[in-house]
Nanobody, 124 residues
């Protein structure tokens, strides 16, 4: 069992930056692929980024490439999402998720554990 708690969301102006954090409980954090997803009002949850267990490989949704960076610190049981050059269309609830596999995935149904989400609002 893994419990995930996101933080760092808030209100930011377009062009600004935010760093989201996701703290995981348990001593097996490093055995999970981690991902970030987001869900805007009236829309389906969509993939944002994912990172391998050791942090050596990452993958991003096309619209986030070059603006978002996923990273992790296994010593701190934490995964991060650095977001820059934010746009109003980035407004959503952002969720972190853990997948009990060594294979990256962009599909939300392949993740086993989810946090409660943190709201990010980008004003124009």
């Amino acid at each position: 069992q893994v419990q995930l708690v996101e933080s760092g969301g808030g209100l930011v102006q377009a062009g600004g930056s935010l760093r989201l954090s996701c703290a995981a409980s348990g001593r097996t954090f490093s055995s999970y692929v981690m991902g970030w997803f987001r869900q805007a009002p009236g829309k389906e949850r969509e993939f944002v980024a994912t990172i391998t267990r050791g942090g050596s490989k990452t993958s991003y949704a096309d619209s986030m490439k070059g603006r978002f960076t996923i990273s992790r610190d296994n010593a701190k049981n934490t995964v991060y999402l650095q977001m820059s050059n934010l746009k109003p269309e980035d407004t959503a609830v952002y969720y972190c998720a853990a997948r009990g596999s060594f294979v990256l995935s962009t599909r939300n149904f392949e993740y086993d554990y989810w946090g409660q989400g943190t709201q990010v609002t980008v004003s124009s």
